[in-house]
């Protein structure tokens, strides 16, 4: 119950989430406290790994999922679709200050930033 009210919550500001469309084994970058839509085609049923880092419920739309990120890390989104081929999303969440980040290292290209765990290591 409070799945469904709070993706009926995330639909009212659905104006503003940006919607992707995936293909297996792909990799999706959000940040800690952001919010997407990611498309499916024919996702019947869903496993998420790492339930802590991100949060995902499915929209009143069949081929749509409303992923959060709730902390920095890595999480895996596992799908099966009605025909019973299988599909794998990666995703990554990052500070919220990871642009910031990337602006002061662009013109190092000897340093660079991998999120491991709950650590960003430079």
């Known amino acids: 119950m409070r799945k469904t009210l709070l993706v009926l919550c995330f639909l009212s500001f659905a104006s503003f989430l940006k919607a992707e469309d995936i293909q297996n084994n792909k990799k999706i970058q959000l940040k800690e406290g952001a919010r997407t839509i990611l498309r499916l085609p ?15 419920a499915k929209t009143e739309r069949p081929d749509e999922l409303v992923v959060i990120g709730l902390k920095m890390g ?45 650590h960003l290591i430079l």
Request: hydrophobic fraction near 35%; charged fraction near 15%; charge should be negative.
């Open 74 to 118: 890595n999480a895996y989104i596992n799908c099966q679709n009605s025909d019973g081929t299988r599909l794998s999303v990666s995703i990554c969440v990052v500070p919220k200050y990871w642009d910031t980040l990337q602006a002061l290292f662009e013109n190092n290209p000897n340093i660079r930033m991998n999120i491991t765990g709950e």
């Open 42 to 56: 024919g996702v019947s049923t869903f496993l998420v790994q790492d339930p802590e880092i991100i949060s995902v």
